[in-house]
């Protein structure tokens, strides 16, 4: 491919959906003119007004020839309203594909672009060959990891009230560790409540191979999603944090602090890597934390669930032949498409396409 052009998600309120200065799509088009790149095609990430009507513009500025794969990874961005499902609706005809990255969001995209959104994930890895295979009872020795960003901070402090409780439980057990960025770590400290690092303590982030060897060193895996039993927000309905590949390639059970009606509890029960429950009922949340900790035969299934689901789904090297022959293939049709105009003597002309070298194996 010449480009693969992509469009990042901007953050915006109601009030600032003014329109695109032509002047500003004319210096895009000859940035790229300038680099000698003519698109072959256009792979959009956009999902609020603002990216949505830049993906307009960079069509109309190509004639609206250009085949587009509109990838939903998000939904729609806070005060997004109703012309930001109009704008959708008005450019679902240009959309050549459109693919969400779960279920449950293709189903609330579906009624806008008219059709059926197949889910394709975009969690990815390299899947490291050594993984957990040999399970621990819950003792002393028990070690439990947290990785990557906390989205709601309250759950960090009602994981640590539960494991604090699981320690009166079981003497001498370890405190939870959490690798991330050193951000997350003060993002919970600016909530001005106590953090107990006898109960969860940060370690910092570490390089990919280090980290890999700590989690297969452990015994069970934490993500903490949301409070409530139900949704507080649209990013709790639909989001599903990414770190769960590295957490299912090392082959680990994974404990979620989420709500029934969340994507992290609906993948613990579609592919049996864990269990869920919500921190707003502290005396459930913690006896189920505690009760999946006890069941070593069950963590060990669920570990195992783990690892299989990454190397059916997470695994990069399975994704990017799908993602090459579909992108080659679809400008392949598009060039089809636009020889055939041709044919008919529309008198249209190439515009985004080296008809000499299409795809070429150099591209």
Known sequence: MQL???QTRQQMDTQQKTSLRPVRLQHLRGYLESLGFEPDIVYSTACDYRSLETLQAILHMYDYRLPVIQHF?????RGEDTATRQLLQQLSPSLTRVWSINQSMAEAFAPLIGTEIPV??????????????????????????MLGNIWMPETFFDLQAAWRWLGDQIEGIRPITWYGHERSFQRIQKNQRPIDSSVIQYAGFLPANELEERLREADLAMVLFNREHEPESDYARFALPSRITELASAGLPVFFAAGDNTEPARLAKRAGIGVSAAPADPEHFRQTLLAFAGDT?????????????????????KYRPFLYTTLIQLVQEARRNWLEQKRKGDGTEAVGYDTNDLCSDQR
Not at 120 to 145: E, I, N, Q, W
């Open 4 to 6: 693969w052009l992509r």
């Open 73 to 77: 990874y998000d939904y729609f961005g």
């Open 120 to 145: 394709v994930g975009v969690f990815h890895c390299d899947v490291p060959a050594s993984y957990k295979k040999h399970h621990r009872d819950l003792s002393a020795d028990f070690t439990a990891v």
């Open 297 to 317: 035969a069950h963590r060990a299934a669920c570990g195992a669930r783990s690892r299989q689901l990454a190397e059916q789904e997470y695994d990069i090297s």
